[in-house]
């Protein structure tokens, strides 16, 4: 985990391999801002197998599943994607589930994937190798950043690499800027370091087109100047707690003394079994306050931090457990940010907590605070309302709510949520039909929707 108080209390002065670098503010072409996702390795189906027969179900939600390889933290997974229907005579159901997925996407707001290459032995490729055959056909536009995982791929890359890379950045399905220049992703670079990472993109421009470096830091402090001198934009895996919108500007103000681009990565919640820990997203506020960051700073890329690892419930693809909310709150803000903020978007209600009040137990909350044990409910007004909730038996009425996004919060309780929205002279009335029960041992947000 990356020590953000260090960072902060150094003001990043833990770079000091940095003091060379070039003082310019990065250029800005124009306000064209790409969203990127990145596509983690949860595809929507792994078998092209029934919702109540497939991998998900038997292998990764079960706490048997795998061999039992994952029974001490009671299954890998807590949620899944939402079911779709499977047919056993589909030859090119990889693609055509792929397709589904980037369509899902571009509706949130997506311009393109940020696509984990995986290690060649793992026999994932096929999904890798979808993608670039089905994003140059999405109507209106969809791209491909080819991603370099560090953490996975040896700094003895070889060229096998360098040549997967080189064809899917010259591929008509590359994600591209509003220059049409191709976007190469990296993540946790340092772990290669700059000699190496140069010699990659040198043996990469002797075959590709030009590109841009984005670059996903885990470790600042462990980036040099070489590195930092490889790459165009600065990313970093900070954006998950409350505490990191500090962060995150101290990052931000170092890539622009440097002549770089900051790249704010959002996260909708972050929460992983596995590892027994958890960071506090409450509800959807740390969502959204990037997101409002990011709005204010007029930020020509962003980066949602997934798109569909459920390993880590850093998802924003829909699911079984939070249904679409976390894309309708994306939709939301990158259609303010690229100029079109009423751009298809509904009329919705959506319920946000937790199946019940979290008692930590063998769970480990990382980072500053305290757990958030509430209801919360999220909504688009298409005009000006009044908002009233009510849950077990305690209501906050009668709010006044302005047309565009907006929350209200209630202390967590058992029973069942119930909205009531007057708007126009007309109440509409949503009850949910998720109910709030004993205390849980699950840190992850669930949500319910109800899209009008």
């Known amino acids: 985990m990356i020590d953000r108080r260090a960072l902060l209390a150094s003001g990043l002065a833990s770079l000091p391999s940095l003091a060379g670098a070039s003082t310019a503010r990065p250029e800005r072409r124009h306000w064209n801002s790409l969203i990127l996702a990145h596509w983690h390795w949860f595809p929507l189906s792994f078998d092209n197998k029934s919702t ?64 984990n290459i995986p290690s060649f032995s793992s026999g994932k490729s096929v999904f890798f190798s979808a993608a670039l055959e089905v994003a140059g056909t999405i109507a ?58 140069s010699s990659f993109t040198k043996q990469l421009r002797a075959r590709s087109p030009r590109f841009l470096t984005y670059a996903i830091v885990v470790q600042p402090a ?6 930092f001198r490889a790459i165009d ?12 919108l500090e962060y995150s500007e101290a990052l931000r103000r170092l890539a622009a003394t440097h002549g770089k681009t900051y790249v704010q990565s959002i996260y909708p919640q972050d929460y992983r079994p596995y590892a027994g820990i958890f960071m506090e997203s409450h509800n959807t506020l740390v969502m959204r306050s990037m ?18 690892d459920y390993s880590e419930n850093t998802h924003i693809r829909p699911s079984q457990q939070t249904a679409s909310l976390f894309g309708l709150i994306c ?47 999220v909504y688009y007004l298409p005009r000006g309302a009044s908002v009233a909730i009510e849950t ?34 007309e109440r509409r009335r949503f009850v949910s039909q998720r109910v709030i029960g004993p205390p849980v041992s699950s840190a992850l947000y669930g949500a319910e929707v109800f899209l009008l």
């Open 222 to 227: 462990h980036v040099t100047y070489d590195l």
């Open 140 to 197: 209106g536009g969809f791209g491909v950043s080819p991603c370099v995982d560090c953490s996975i791929h040896d700094v003895d890359f070889g060229e096998p690499l360098v040549e997967v890379v080189a064809r899917a950045l010259s591929s008509k399905s590359a994600l591209r800027d509003c220059d049409g220049t191709a976007i190469l992703s990296v993540f946790a670079p340092e772990l290669w370091g700059g000699a190496a990472w």
């Open 392 to 425: 077990g038996g305690r209501s906050l009425l009668g709010v006044q709510e302005q047309a565009g996004l907006g929350s209200l919060r209630l202390p967590l309780a058992a029973g069942r949520t119930e909205v009531v929205v007057a708007m126009a002279g």
């Open 52 to 115: 109540t027969l497939d991998y998900y179900t038997t292998e990764y939600l079960s706490p048997n599943g795998e061999g039992g390889r994952h029974r001490s933290y009671d299954g890998y997974l807590r949620d899944r994607p939402q079911p779709t229907i499977r047919r056993n005579d589909d030859r090119f159901w990889v693609e055509h589930d792929m397709h589904q997925d980037m369509m899902l996407a571009k509706d949130a707001g997506v311009d393109g994937f940020q696509f």
């Open 291 to 308: 997101w409002e960051r990011v709005v204010e700073n007029k930020d020509q890329f962003v980066n949602l931090m997934t798109w569909n």
């Open 233 to 244: 934009l600065l990313g970093c895996t900070v954006g998950d707690k409350l505490e990191d």
């Open 331 to 377: 939709k939301y803000y990158s259609n303010i940010l690229k100029g079109v903020p009423e751009a298809g978007m509904p009329f919705f209600v959506a319920l946000c907590s937790r199946a019940g009040s979290l008692t930590p137990g063998r769970l480990v909350l990382r980072g500053e605070g305290e757990i958030e044990n509430s209801v919360e409910v």
